[in-house]
Nanobody, 120 residues
């Protein structure tokens, strides 16, 4: 399973960015997809994820500002980030827990990160 993320960049505080992540490869079922981020000197943290049935979870720090969505037909995950703050600056990683064959357990896969920088 490969994850290809895109959409990072530099934006001023208060601005918006949109991230996308395409999952490809031998995938039978996707259990969940999500975005994590890691700022310099900090641990990687969950930003938002979307589970089977489209149930979503958000970090408290991004609630009301970020929206996660998914196109199941395209195995594509999106993250719309509005009202960005300097503290949102981090490398953002796409993650999925997917099953590749019947009887297999779900496994976690990670994409290469994409940098999001918010200037004050």
């Amino acid at each position: 399973v490969q994850l290809q993320a895109s959409g990072g960049g530099l934006v001023q505080a208060g601005g918006s960015l949109s991230l996308s992540c395409v999952a490809s490869g031998s995938i039978l079922v996707i259990n969940r997809m999500g975005w994590y981020r890691q700022a310099p000197g900090k641990q990687r943290e969950l930003v938002a994820n979307i589970l089977r049935g489209d149930r979503t979870n958000y970090a408290d720090s991004v609630k009301g500002r970020f929206t996660i969505s998914r196109d199941n037909a395209k195995n594509t995950l999106y993250l719309q980030m509005n009202s960005l703050k300097p503290e949102d600056t981090a490398v953002y990683y796409c993650n999925t827990n997917a099953i590749r064959a019947w009887g297999d357990a779900g496994m976690d896969y990670w994409g290469k990160g994409t940098q999001v920088t918010v200037s004050s």
